[in-house]
Structure formats: C-alpha cells, structure tokens
C-alpha cells in the first residue's frame, strides 16, 4: 500500500470510529474519563494501520458539553511527526455537531 492509500485508509477509519461513537448513548459516554485518561472504548484499528498512533480523548466542560475527539499521529522522522484530530461536541440537550477550529487546535 502507497502513502497515499495509507492516508485515505487512515481517514476513511477516523471517519468510521467517529460514526461508531457519535451513535453510543450520551449517558455511556459521560461515565468515560477525561483527559489525560484514555476511555477503554477500543477503536479497534486495522492492522495495516499500525504505523498510526489513533487517541480517543474526552473533555466535559462546565456548561455540559463534550467534546469527543480522535487523535492521528504519524511518525515521520527524528521526532517530527503528522498530527490530525477529527470527533464532534454533543450539547447537554442532546444535539451533536462537529468540533470547531479552536477544539482541533485544542486536542493536536
């Protein structure tokens, strides 16, 4: 597999795990730790994927909202690497909508 198909298959997967979350209950992500903990939700990577490094964090801010973001990293070279984050922020009321600017600047 090229770089290319590497990258597309990366994003292809963030995109799945993301679906995957956004469709659990709002009652079981809230019992997840925030960062720095990790939650013991398995993102379940491809194999192939294994020269990525896939974080799952989870913030809850004072006005009830959670931000639910995954994290891509990808080794370069002599410490530099590629990092990436996509998720969604889920309202107290329920509603669910995609991470802003600010909240990807926040988590990579």
Not at 25 to 36: C, D, L, Y
Not at 79 to 103: R, Y
Request: glycine share 4%.
């Amino acid at each position: 597999m090229n770089k290319r198909e590497l990258q597309l298959k990366a994003h292809s997967f963030l995109q799945v795990a993301k679906d995957r979350i956004a469709a659990l209950p709002r009652a079981e992500i809230e019992t997840w730790p925030n960062w720095p903990d990790i939650p013991s939700f398995s993102l379940e990577v491809p194999s192939e994927l294994s020269s990525f490094q896939f974080t799952l964090i989870k913030d809850t801010f004072c006005d009830g909202r959670i931000r639910i973001a995954i994290q891509r990293y990808r080794y370069r070279f002599l410490g530099f690497g590629w990092m990436t984050a996509d998720g969604f922020a889920l309202s107290p009321d329920g509603s669910c909508s995609e991470l802003t600017q600010q909240d990807i600047w926040d988590v990579t």
